[in-house]
């Protein structure tokens, strides 16, 4: 079993995406505070430039604000040679960027549902299969790859968000067992929904009424670290649905439909 106590990361350095707010800044935020040193990406320089600022001021660590955009293709390649400049070597990456959106399928522009498949899968496997090396490279290093709940069934309205997430669920698994004979440990992080500019402000409120901080599920992701934990769940109701999804698909479908009703006017969920 592959372990990685957040002591072991001090000094070391962690890339944290979609880390200029909710859950990954919080990533962040606790990493700087343990120790480690920070690659953090947004779209947001602003508000990457000010956390980036904060956290070294007040915990002495090295922090780059790179701003990147993973809707782009060649973003994770550029993201490994400008820390290859740096002579900076990551032991941790935590994929948390996301995009989704919130309406009926024929509302969204085509473009916009590239995107988000882009940034929430596309990219994703592009920066772990980028930065193997650098991850191989140490006895004992780690990925935290963002999933969610959506991913346990269809959600219509948000049916390609859910979609991604279901096959970030699928990958990461599998990538944990391939990897951890190298001393990578892949997890999936199953975070409740939280209050993050992603889940919006009124989406789905019948599916999403027990609501989380953003640090309790990072505090639960960082010590699966030190389990070796494959899936950390940080939500609740997540039990009843999986028996749930074993049901009839039209049943499923059209409970989960009723959860998310379509809103007045689409929202762009985003967490990158």
């Not at 040193?37 to 790179?66: C, F, Q």
């Not at 550029?78 to 070597?89: A, M, N, P, S, Y």
């Not at 901080?213 to 609740?236: C, I, M, S």
């Amino acid at each position: 079993m592959v372990t990685l106590r957040l002591e072991e990361l001090k000094g070391h350095w962690a890339l944290v995406t979609g880390a200029s707010s909710g859950i990954g800044r919080e990533f962040a935020v606790q990493l700087a505070a343990a120790g480690v040193n920070l690659a953090v990406v947004a779209r947001r320089a602003d508000l990457l430039n000010a956390l980036a600022s904060e956290l070294s001021e007040r915990h002495g660590i090295r922090v780059l604000a790179l701003r990147h955009d993973l809707a782009e293709p060649g973003q994770a390649r550029r993201l490994r040679q400008r820390l290859q400049d740096e002579g900076v070597t990551l032991r941790l990456l935590v994929n948390n960027a996301a995009l989704g959106r919130w309406a009926r399928f024929e509302e969204t522009p085509a473009e916009s549902y590239e995107e988000i498949i882009h940034v929430n899968a596309a990219a994703l496997v592009s920066l772990c299969r980028e930065f193997l090396p650098d991850l191989s490279a140490h006895p004992s290093s780690g990925i935290i790859n963002v999933s969610s709940p959506a991913a346990y069934q269809p959600v219509p309205y948000m049916a390609v968000y859910a979609a991604s997430k279901t096959f970030v669920h699928s990958f990461s698994q599998g990538l944990h067992a391939e990897w951890r004979a190298r001393g990578v440990l892949v997890q999936t992080l199953v975070p409740g929904p939280i209050s993050t500019e992603l889940e919006g402000a009124t989406a789905g409120r019948r599916a999403t009424r027990h609501r989380s901080t953003p640090d309790k599920p990072v505090r639960a992701a960082l010590a699966g670290l030190e389990e070796g934990a494959t899936v950390v769940v940080h939500a609740k109701g997540t039990y009843w649905q999986r028996l749930f999804a074993l049901l009839p698909a039209g049943f499923v479908i059209r409970q989960v439909g009723k959860m998310f009703a379509r809103p007045d006017h689409g929202n762009l969920l985003d967490r990158s």
